[in-house]
């Protein structure tokens, strides 16, 4: 993570100092972007109960591909709604740290955040957002490693609603092209259901993910 960030703060560096002059944004405009992205979950779980005391689980992180869509309501403040999907593996811990990886899941979370633009006659334009969150979990499955430990299993995950927090920045490259920075906290919990035949284990987990991307954006 560390290491993307770098990269992230180098390339907005680098861009600064090539930038021409400012592409204004103001009431009405439409931005959309392209972000490649990292989702890097700040996960914590409880124990998969009440089969295995002692344990946890742990979420992976995931790259994908981001389309997102900013609507001017006035020269400062915008609304934006972001779309991704990413796929994330579970792994036990503690007493469950031999069966390794225990299911994994894909995850839809659209995104609604309310945006203040600091600058919006500049051609460096810092931003602040705050919203709302709404995840999808769907095609979760076990993996083979633990129907191999515990015999055939389904796996669902509830969805979840949260809040979501936002920074980032537009850099222009022409009158209409900019590059874009962008870092959230997205507040997710869910709970995980285990179905092994007439066994049911449950396990409740927060992700709550850092999602840091990079990418370029048109205004419309």
């Known amino acids: 993570m560390m290491r993307f960030e770098v990269m992230l703060a180098g390339a907005a560096m680098a861009v600064v100092a090539a930038t021409p002059a400012a592409a204004q944004i103001k009431a009405g405009d439409v931005l959309v972007r392209a972000r ?5 979950p700040n996960e914590s779980s409880g124990a998969v109960t009440p089969s295995f005391p002692g344990s946890s689980v742990g979420v992976d992180n995931s790259f994908a591909p981001e389309v997102d869509f900013t609507w001017m309501a006035t020269d400062h403040i915008g609304a934006e709604l972001i779309l991704a999907t990413t796929k994330h593996n579970v792994t036990g811990r503690s007493t469950l740290a031999g069966v390794g990886k225990l299911a994994s899941t894909w995850v839809l979370p659209p995104t609604l955040t309310v945006q ?11 931003y602040v957002g705050a919203g709302a969150n709404y995840t999808i979990f769907y095609s979760s499955k076990a993996s083979s490693e633990l129907v191999g430990a515990i015999g055939a299993t389904d796996v669902h995950l509830n969805d979840s609603f949260g809040y979501a927090l936002q920074t980032g920045i537009d850099v222009d490259i022409s009158k209409k092209v900019f590059v874009n920075l962008d870092v959230k906290y997205i507040s997710i919990r869910t709970t995980a ?16 993910p850092i999602v840091a991307g990079i990418g370029l954006g048109i205004r419309l």
């Open 36 to 40: 490649a992205i990292i989702v890097a």
């Open 116 to 126: 203040y633009h600091f600058a919006p006659q500049s051609h460096v334009r810092p």
């Open 193 to 208: 259901r285990l179905n092994t035949g007439a066994a049911v284990n449950t396990v409740r987990v927060r992700l709550n």
